[in-house]
């Protein structure tokens, strides 16, 4: 039974007593605020309009007030009858945000005190035939940690170490502070007789075409008075044929058992292949009675991450049913700052994206959840790995604390154990960088104490994880590895000499140092990083016009503005600044900022990413920092608030291609022509360079055999500059590279930084056709730089954007609104970095 309905919401004052009847099936809530559940108090009260909407403007410091109340949760639910002597009843909270007491019929029934929990009752002894009630009361966070010792390093916030809640909620340097409080997850009642199955688990031990090998353990729990139990286990095709069974007793509760699958389907990230689900349907049998069952969708699949390569060199690979893939992703964030609230449709869009960018992995960085079902259901079916870290994030946390300790521990049996059979799950991570950190704020005198957390991340979890999933590799940290933890000849690197202007290589012990200037902040500094897997870089862009209008005063809508300023929760906003000044030169207003800002983010992943590529012989990932945002600011995300794309979104559909053209160059040196080939199978024909002046005129064109190996990369070619230019200047260069056999997409390249570039004056022509949705763009005059398509309205997916055209070429681009709402193509409107905006004018 779920609990969703019918819950209703109030605050009080800490110390104030509510009254001694609050938890009672009689009190009187009707003046109470109804609430949705899974949910939070602040979308509860944004709801009813009992505060502004804190992602406008400066609102969010107005209901800062929120976490200083105590809140009460109440709803009732209807038995048919008194539970029997033989029934369990269950009252599950899949998510109580965060410390909380449980109330029934107005008996204390358990506290929690971990967001990431979630939290089992037995109340078959409090509840009854008739009206029943819970009721939940959850403490400001405050009343459970001022009288604790802070850590002396936790980014962001003092609070949090202690408070066993997704991190980001007191404020990252992509988010605001917005301390949530309520029931985040869903609340369910349970039935139970004799027995339940507690656990099911199911690994592939090996696995090829020809046949597969399952794992499955299987844990009952009995409660007294049980019969004798038995089980069988059927393993399900797409067809429901049952491809594998097994039946047995479970006398001790526990077993072990094998299935064989011959010719089994396996499970593949979308690239490779198809994601094949099978549905492993458990059943248990008390006395031959069906008492209990579970259904779930199971991947065969093998993923090992692969530490050293065939040559005995230290490597970071994840090789999926024996292939060696280059993880091509980003890093997720919670979907928005209040989490509980948040639909599943959003969960559905921001994943499709990423499909559509052409990645295979997206990693759940620590500093928020671990995320709700839905998340893994998506990538189980539409095949992307995940890599999931454990929620410690940039803090030192008091591992000396042995309360702290064991809730620390059943977050992470509760995690693992939800999680385990899903196909999708690649790798557990330790935490986000402190490994890394504590080294570099310890050799700077920051921190003096000892690494508090260490245990957690190098024996309790490693520990845990052996029993409950040995199937599954673990990584202490990220970064980790070598000599300091973000060692490029090691593991795991984040590379934050870009954007955040650290200064590598560094070794344990040094001073770290930062370096901020146009050349320590600049991308150009990727293809000095050699690193075995690059799971985080990345730089701001900012949001998309419309997103910022919609949150942003009018007239506080300018370049400059307090407001703007109070988007970007990062510090030292001179780093944007001073990346742009070296690419694109320093914007003077807001569309330029927009533009800007949007071009470097764009390019400068690209630049990063090809190079990445086309070492993949030794670098076998990149994921970007960060795939969404959590509220509408400025910041690393390749999609707004608004589910709106980036020009870094679009420009990632294209570099993440699996099959990719691409130019390795810098000025006055070798042009290098490159092919990389993610498929698994061999490539041969034509690749074409083709040099064009701003006019569109062709000046000079190349046309090269490739032969590719599968799963290979390959240079065709270097020449220098003038050999391809002929007489053309470098600045007035556009180079498209093209291979019309291959489903694979043009690259354009300019051979200078975008300030250098001499682009000549261009106009568009733009059309909208009412019956086929579709967009013709065109551009006349000149080569059209960053072609940017804007609609005024939220969630809008095009087949591309923030492209160039070349004078005279025409792009059809297929456009929708995602979330079935009309499409307001009456307001859109075409331009160009070189090209006024026009409006696009309508056809049938
Ligand atoms: C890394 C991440 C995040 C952060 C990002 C941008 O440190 O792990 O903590 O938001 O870089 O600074």
Same mark, same amino acid.
């Given at each position: ?50 505060? +502004? ?12 007030? /929120? ?29 109580? +945000? ?21 939290? /089992?009752? +037995?109340?078959?002894? /409090? ?49 605001? %502070?917005?301390?949530? /409080? ?52 059927? =393993? ?40 094949? =689900? ?84 997206? %990693? ?54 939800? =999680? ?178 949007? =071009? ?245």
């Amino acid at each position: 039974m779920l609990l969703s309905d019918n819950w209703r919401i109030q605050q009080y004052e800490v110390g104030e007593k509510p009254p001694l009847t609050i938890a009672d099936a009689d009190l009187d809530d009707r003046f109470w605020i109804s609430a949705s559940v899974p949910g939070d108090v602040h979308s509860t009260l944004i709801e009813r309009k009992l505060i +502004d909407h804190p992602y406008y403007g400066h609102n969010d410091i107005n209901s800062r007030w /929120v976490e200083q109340k105590e809140w009460w949760y109440r709803t009732r639910f209807q038995m048919d009858s008194d539970p029997t002597k033989q029934e369990r009843w269950e009252l599950i909270f899949e998510g109580l +945000d965060t410390h909380a007491t449980v109330y029934v019929n107005g008996l204390e029934i358990g506290t929690a005190s971990n967001m990431h929990r979630t939290y /089992v009752y +037995d109340v078959s002894r /409090v509840i009854r035939q008739g009206k029943n009630t819970i009721a939940v009361r959850f403490d400001p966070l405050y009343l459970h940690h001022r009288d604790k010792a802070l850590m002396q390093w936790s980014s962001y916030t003092k609070e949090r170490p202690w408070i066993r809640k997704a991190a980001m909620n007191y404020g990252w340097d992509w988010g605001p %502070r917005i301390v949530t /409080v309520g029931i985040w997850g869903k609340v369910r009642l349970e039935r139970h007789v004799q027995a339940k199955l507690e656990g099911v688990y199911a690994y592939t031990k090996r696995c090829d075409n020809q046949e597969a090998d399952i794992k499955v353990e299987l844990e009952a729990k009995k409660y007294r008075g049980c019969g004798h139990l038995t089980y069988r286990a059927r =393993l399900l095709d797409e067809n429901q044929q049952v491809v594998a069974q097994a039946d047995d007793e479970l006398l001790s509760g526990k077993v072990g058992f094998d299935l064989q699958v011959s010719q089994p389907q396996l499970w593949w990230t979308h690239d490779l292949g198809k994601p094949y =689900l099978y549905q492993l349907e458990t059943v248990l049998y008390a006395d031959g009675v069906e008492i209990d069952r579970r259904e779930q969708r199971i991947g065969i699949r093998t993923v090992e991450l692969v530490l050293e390569d065939e040559h005995g060199q230290p490597a970071f690979a994840f090789h999926i049913n024996g292939v060696k893939m280059f993880a091509k992703g980003s890093n997720w964030i919670p979907v928005d700052n209040l989490i509980g609230a948040a639909p599943d449709s959003r969960y559905k869009h921001l994943i499709m994206l990423g499909v559509e960018a052409n990645m295979n992995m997206l %990693r759940i960085w620590a500093g928020g959840i671990y995320e709700k079902d839905v998340f893994y259901d998506l990538c189980d079916e539409l095949g992307l790995l995940v890599w999931q870290d454990f929620a410690f994030a940039n803090a030192l946390f008091p591992d000396y604390n042995a309360d702290f300790v064991e809730n620390v521990r059943q977050e992470a049996i509760c995690n693992i154990q939800r =999680l385990r059979n899903h196909a999708s799950l690649a790798l557990w991570c330790g935490n986000n960088e402190i490994d890394w950190l504590y080294d570099m704020k310890s050799s700077s005198g920051e921190i003096t104490t000892p690494f508090y957390g260490e245990t957690i991340y190098h024996d309790i979890l490693p520990e845990l994880l052996e029993q409950l999933d040995p199937a599954r590799q673990y990584w202490p940290s990220s970064p980790y590895g070598g000599n300091d933890a973000n060692d490029p000849n090691h593991g795991d690197r984040h590379n934050w000499q870009v954007w955040h202007g650290s200064v590598y290589p560094r070794k344990f012990g040094e001073v770290p140092l930062l370096d901020y200037s146009v050349e320590g902040v600049t991308f150009k500094n990727y293809k000095n990083d050699f690193t075995l897997f690059s799971s985080e870089f990345g730089m701001h862009a900012s949001a998309t016009k419309y997103t910022l209008e919609r949150h942003i005063p009018e007239d506080q809508f300018y370049w400059g503005s307090v407001e703007m300023a109070y988007r970007n929760k990062d510090t030292n906003h001179q780093k944007g600044i001073l990346l742009m000044e070296g690419f694109t030169g320093v914007p003077q207003d807001l569309d330029e900022y927009i533009q800007f800002s949007m =071009l470097t983010q764009a390019e400068g992943l690209k630049y990063g990413i090809e190079h990445y590529r086309r070492n993949k012989a030794r670098t076998s990932g990149s994921l970007i920092w960060q795939h969404g945002d959590s509220w509408p600011g400025t910041s690393w995300s390749l999609i707004d608030y608004e589910l709106l794309p980036k020009a870094s979104y679009y420009y990632a559909r294209k570099f993440y291609h699996p099959l990719l053209l691409s130019l390795n160059h810098e000025p006055g040196e070798l042009l290098e022509l490159w092919v990389i080939n993610d498929h698994l199978s061999s490539l041969n024909g034509l690749v074409i360079l083709e040099v064009y002046d701003m006019q569109g005129h062709s000046i000079h064109r190349m046309e090269l055999h490739a032969d590719v190996e599968a799963n290979g990369v390959v240079k065709l070619g270097e020449w220098d500059e003038k050999q391809v230019l002929q007489d053309l200047p470098p600045e007035q260069a556009v180079l498209k590279l093209s291979a019309p056999a291959w489903e694979c997409l043009d690259n354009v390249y300019y051979l200078r930084d975008a300030k250098d570039v001499q682009l000549r004056s261009s106009s568009i022509h733009a059309s909208y056709n009412e019956e086929t949705q579709q967009l013709l763009v065109q551009a006349n005059d000149a080569v059209a730089r960053m072609v940017q398509i804007l609609i005024p309205q939220g969630n809008v997916r095009m087949s591309d954007n923030y492209f160039d055209l070349l004078p005279g070429e025409q792009r059809t681009i297929d456009i929708r609104q995602a979330n079935g709402q009309v499409l307001e193509y009456q307001h859109i409107t075409v331009s160009a970095l070189n090209a006024e905006e026009v409006p696009a004018t309508l056809t049938r």
